[in-house]
């Protein structure tokens, strides 16, 4: 029974694997009168992909469907990152024959545990069998449950087909159980559940474009803003046609920003783009920095994470506070290391004000930045440069070519990192580069490779000032700090860097004016994170996909 089944899925899974497609389209005729709402002509959205769930939103995703002792039993393949992010790599990168193999294994562990535990699996039933072979039982359950795990209604053939795996199951291993963990373990197989399918329905104003359906919506938002399926509810309100136009869009997206799922969907993306999700694996040199513990890494990020929460959920303020903030959020972990008071009779993470005589301001203060952006050893201003050219003014820092020569003496031979890096920036083969990134880090030299303060190196008083062409002049962490929040490259970014995770690819030519309407509600805000996010999705280059040509 099981090798009859495992071969019926691989075929239409390998057949699955080769349907995504990337690129860039030109620009499509347009008419010269459109109706409201309808993108102009110059609007020419990449083209489709599918998409594997990423590895949280799987696991979300069987949770919500089959409980929590499902999803303790899935077991996704790890995601890999292409530009940036992880979504845009599940959209480009194919999956091997062991990673399928994979997917098999997990949907049947699942399976088994879903059927065990039952509380989920009878509600789903809607129904008592009566035998081992209730086809009408079975039909009421694979609809349901069919449903909810493609994002949509099944067609009569797809319901034929799931009912015949569970009778055929039922009856091998007489058990109508058995037969319900083949139908859940077969859905969970098929590229309708661990691809998101995403191919709309064409413009009837351009031919070159095509506009999501509403239950492609409903699971394209669903998965965004709250990192797992849509919710039955949500399917019928799709169905209905509460997502066919920019306005329902925004309405049910402001919703979802109110639940408590969108707040751990907001800092799975920023572990992510500040690369949080990698503190508590960080390796760093134990005489020197003995200190650096798990547990204290693991507050370190919570302190980041902590302070998006406050700025976009709990304030609901300005975002671009994040750069120049002079206050940040402890636990009594951090608290000690920061060597602040922290308040009796609190738990968690709270408020504090920052030293003043630590110089602390913003993200690129906090501990978690300055350890990540290091070395094992200590401290390297151009990591911390090149971080915020990449990640936060979206700028590309290429690497140094082959026949450069990138070593530098050894620091036995220089007091401080600025005074050795200085050879790089007068060096016409490497200061294009360096000249960018080193003057940003040498702003944070203030800081060691865990982000403890000094104010000195090897007896020297430190230099924290520093200037870029473009930055203009920078004191300290606070003065950069202050730079970004004025930066409109920064604010640009931010908007860019949640696109490029929403769509699962980097925006192309066509999709640019839309993206800088997105830019517009932004500011006009007052820069307020969830508007901007509301604005986005709304957007026609987040309810269009391209056509490959």
């Known amino acids: 029974m099981r090798i009859i089944i495992g071969i019926t899925l691989l ?181 309708n559940f661990i691809y998101r399918i995403e191919l709309g329905e064409t413009d009837p104003h ?125 636990d009594p972990t951090l608290a000690t290391f920061y060597g602040v008071t922290y308040p009796e009779g609190e738990t968690g993470f709270v408020k504090v004000s920052l030293p003043e005589e630590q110089e602390r301001a913003g993200l690129m203060s906090h501990a978690a930045m300055l350890s990540l952006q290091a070395h094992s050893d200590g401290s390297s201003p151009t990591l911390r440069g090149k971080f915020v050219r990449e990640s936060i003014l979206c700028q590309t820092i290429p690497a140094p070519p082959n026949d450069v020569e990138t070593s530098l003496p050894p620091d036995a031979e220089y007091a401080t990192k600025k005074e050795k890096l200085q050879q790089h920036m007068d060096d016409p083969s490497c200061n294009g580069c360096h000249r960018v990134m080193d003057p940003i880090g040498f702003a944070l030299e203030g800081f060691d490779g865990m982000g403890r303060h000094r104010t000195e190196v090897n007896g020297v008083v430190l230099d924290i000032t520093a200037e870029t062409d473009d930055l203009g002049f920078l004191d300290g962490p606070a003065g950069l700090g202050s730079v970004l929040a004025e930066q409109p490259n920064a604010v640009r970014c931010m908007v860019r860097n949640f696109f490029r995770h929403a769509v699962a690819h980097v925006e192309v030519d066509g999709e640019k004016a839309a993206i800088e309407k997105i830019d517009e509600a932004f500011s006009t805000s007052g820069y307020r994170l969830k508007e901007m996010i509301v604005a986005l999705v709304s957007n026609e280059a987040f309810r269009y996909v391209g056509v490959e040509r």
């Open 11 to 191: 075929a239409p899974f390998a057949l699955g694997l080769g349907l995504g497609c990337t690129g860039t389209i030109g620009d499509s005729e347009g008419v010269d009168a459109l109706p409201p709402g309808v993108p102009p002509a110059s609007f020419a959205p990449a083209p489709a992909t599918m998409r594997r769930l990423l590895g949280r939103q799987y696991r979300n995703t069987i949770e919500d469907l089959l409980g929590e002792a499902a999803a303790l039993a899935a077991e996704a393949p790890s995601d890999v990152s292409l530009n940036g992010f992880d979504s845009i790599g599940s959209a480009q990168l194919s999956i091997g024959l062991n990673q399928v193999t994979g997917y098999e294994d997990s949907a049947r562990a699942i399976a088994a545990a879903a059927v065990a535990e039952r509380t989920a699996v009878e509600a789903l039933m809607g129904c008592e069998p009566s035998g081992a072979d209730d086809a009408a039982c079975f039909r009421s359950f694979v609809e349901r449950f069919g449903r909810l795990a493609y994002r949509r209604s099944l067609t009569s053939e797809e319901a034929d087909r799931l009912v015949g795996v569970a009778l055929a199951a039922a009856e091998a291993y007489d058990s109508f159980d058995s037969g319900l963990e083949y139908a859940i373990a077969t859905v969970l197989q098929s590229p």
């Open 206 to 330: 351009d031919e070159g474009r095509r506009v999501l359906t509403g239950t492609e919506m409903a699971s394209r938002l669903s998965y965004f803003l709250l990192d797992t399926t849509p919710s039955e509810t949500l399917l019928d309100r799709a169905e209905a046609g509460d997502l066919d136009d920019a306005e329902g869009v925004a309405a049910v997206a402001r919703e979802m920003l109110e639940q408590p799922e969108a707040r751990a969907t907001m800092g799975a993306f920023y572990g992510e783009l500040f690369k949080l999700r990698d503190i508590e694996g960080l390796v760093k040199d134990n005489e020197l920095f003995p200190d650096f513990t798990p547990e204290l890494a693991a507050s370190m990020r919570g302190e980041t994470l902590a302070l998006v929460d406050h700025l976009a959920f709990e304030e609901d303020t300005d975002f671009r506070v994040i750069f120049d903030a002079s206050f940040t959020f402890v």
